[in-house]
């Protein structure tokens, strides 16, 4: 075999292999998707929204509860992380622009975004459980919340960022302090980024379990009462796939269909949404 | 980009009067400073709140076991309440070890295909399929793992494994015993279908910063393209490959819910990836709402210390090798 043709069947193989990885890639999306799609379509029916779970190996129980607590737990959660991440991105990229401080607090917020969710689950345990004796939605919010802090103040300082400095500095010449220059000017500037950011901070938390099962923890009722102990669908999916019950696994699968949808959509309209405005 | 203004040492007052460009006078907006301010000393007090708190409420623990007695015993009996991390230690070290051998292949794989190799109409797809498989939540794959991967496991890998590679001297410790389908190998297999995706988006990035021209002169000296890409492009972007692959590792040591449903959260040191085990998440997620008495608690607030300064460090480093290749790149 000459020189030659040993190169090139090296690099044959070689780009064959990775063109391989590639669609392996494809493969566990397909499976995974399509798994969940199969085994979840089966126990979508009304009932699975609208009645609330029936006591142990009695079927027709849905998770009405679930879908409440999530969707209280996120929005609240909502409500505490996104104003503080968005005003903190702010400052790291208006008032600190360009100082070691911006660059420590950023590298600490990237480094927060990826730290196990389930430690923020032991830390507001210590703070928000142990003391009162007894689990509470509030603490879920919490505990989501500071998930989303970090994610949104990242997003928030890169997109303000990309606004022009120019466009500040016609806004100065007019005479506007700062602060309006920032909330007139640059925040609308950046309002698709930074609304972008808020979605995908959102279907991040949404898919969430560890830093729910010992703060929100779980309830068979429906409530909505955020002092105590807060029903959510992730929970619910963790308890039903590990209880017994073929009418239990169904139900989770449901669960699960519903959340993957939900962060699948929100993921690529997202996407949709920052290609739309950025790369016109 | 940004530009940084420099490396001169500033004081968070300094830059609430200094730096506002236009007004300082103005009260309304030093409000708004300090208000955004405050907010972003949010994420410093968050960090130092949560090692001050796990510290804290792991002290009883700390006094009782001490730091590398705690680390090295290998018992975890809730009954004679003796607590020591080694077991958890190693259930996470070698799942995630184990699931990073499987996914870097990979996950550099996808990237040379799509940076090199992709016709451009493919190119975004499986972009966007690599962005989906990281959207996808961990509680998702964990309930796939158990309820198809695993008896897929131990049905028809785990045996076949057993037949080829346990039959080999030094293999044939790594497989023994029975397939269940609940243990570290299929751990480790959904915990790298996991991280694939940030790997390989990250080294795609990497991959994309090399610049044309280098690669053009690579070509014209006759190079193949996998040439080009073995002795041009990696070692171009290893900086960036090296800083995904920490974070990934970084990711995959703190992974809770994927891997609690397929471990069995047993704590026991061994040397068969088909036995059940348990890392420092699955005893934390699994325990922690049934620790009866204050030293079970307290060691369970410990275990998550130990968990949040292995990541923290581990994402540390990550980001450091991310920023010098960052900067490297920028020039």
């Known amino acids: ?280 | 980009m940004r530009e940084w203004a420099g490396g001169s040492r500033t004081w968070p007052i300094d830059i609430l009067t200094n730096m506002a460009p236009s007004t300082k006078k103005n009260p309304i907006d030093l409000l708004f400073a300090v208000l955004t301010a405050v907010s972003s000393f949010s994420i410093i007090l968050l960090i130092a709140g949560i090692l001050i708190v796990l510290v804290f409420e792991s002290s009883l623990a700390i006094h009782k076991f001490g730091v590398f007695n705690f680390i090295f015993t290998i018992d975890w009996d809730p009954v004679r309440k003796i607590f020591g991390a080694a077991s958890a230690l190693y259930g996470t070290m070698v799942t995630t070890v184990l699931s990073m051998l499987m996914a870097i292949p990979v996950a550099v794989g996808i990237a040379v295909f799509i940076t090199e190799i992709a016709p451009s109409f493919l190119k975004g797809p499986i972009g966007v399929t690599i962005e989906l498989l990281a959207a996808i939540p961990s509680i998702i794959y964990g309930m796939w793992g158990l309820f198809t991967l695993a008896p897929i496991m131990s049905n028809t890998i785990e045996p076949a494994l057993q037949a080829t590679l346990g039959k080999l001297p030094v293999f044939s410790i790594l497989f023994k015993g029975t397939p269940m389908g609940i243990d570290l190998l299929t751990a480790s297999v959904i915990l790298s279908i996991m991280i694939v995706p940030f790997t390989a988006s990250i080294s795609r990035d990497a991959f994309n910063l090399t610049p044309e021209v280098v690669k053009e002169s690579a070509y014209a000296l006759g190079a193949t393209k996998w040439e080009v890409v073995k002795n041009v492009v990696i070692p171009y972007s290893k900086l960036g490959v090296f800083g995904g692959v920490v974070l990934s590792m970084g990711r995959a040591i703190g992974e809770t819910m994927a891997v609690a449903f397929v471990l069995g959260n047993n704590h026991q040191i061994t040397s068969s990836l088909l036995n059940a085990a348990a890392t420092i998440t699955v005893s934390l997620a699994n325990e922690f709402t049934e620790a009866d008495s204050d030293i079970y608690l307290s060691s369970l607030f410990y275990l998550a210390l130990v968990l949040f300064v292995l990541s923290f460090i581990t994402l540390f480093i990550a980001k450091l090798f991310l920023i010098r290749a960052e900067r490297k790149y920028s020039r």
Do not use: C
Request: hydrophobic share 55%; no cysteine; glycine share 10%.
């Open chain 1, 1 to 280: 075999m000459t020189h030659e043709t040993k190169r090139k069947i090296e690099g044959f193989v070689a780009l064959f292999l990775s063109t391989l990885a590639a669609f392996m890639g494809l493969f566990w999306l397909i499976f995974i998707l399509g798994d969940v799609l199969i085994n979840g379509m089966g126990a979508l029916h009304l009932n699975f929204f609208l009645n609330d779970p029936t006591p142990a190996g009695v079927s027709g129980g849905g998770l009405r509860n679930a879908f409440v607590g999530q969707l209280m737990i996120t929005a609240f959660a909502t409500l505490i992380g996104v104003p503080i991440g968005v005003l903190g991105g702010t400052f790291l990229a208006e008032y600190a622009r360009g100082k070691k401080l911006s660059q420590i607090i950023s590298i600490l917020a990237d480094i927060m975004v990826s730290v196990p969710s389930i430690i923020v689950g032991t830390f507001i345990y210590a703070l928000m459980i142990k003391p009162f004796g007894h689990f509470s939605g509030w603490a879920g919010a919490a505990a989501l919340a500071i998930i989303m802090i970090p994610v949104v103040l990242r997003t928030t300082e890169d997109m303000l960022s990309l606004v022009p400095w120019t466009l500040r500095e016609a806004a100065f010449a007019l005479g506007a302090p700062y602060y309006k220059v920032i909330i007139q000017v640059v925040y609308r500037g950046a309002a698709t980024g930074i609304f972008t950011g808020v979605l995908l901070s959102i279907a991040r938390v949404a898919g969430e379990t560890a830093p729910l099962l010992f703060t929100s923890f779980n309830n068979n009722f429906f409530s909505m009462n955020m002092n105590g102990p807060m029903p959510s669908l992730t929970v619910s999916i963790f308890q039903y796939a590990m209880g017994p019950y073929d009418d239990w696994h169904a139900q989770a699968w449901a669960a699960s269909l519903v959340i993957t949808l939900f962060i699948l959509f929100i993921t690529i309209g997202g996407r949709l949404l920052l290609k739309w405005r950025y790369k016109r």
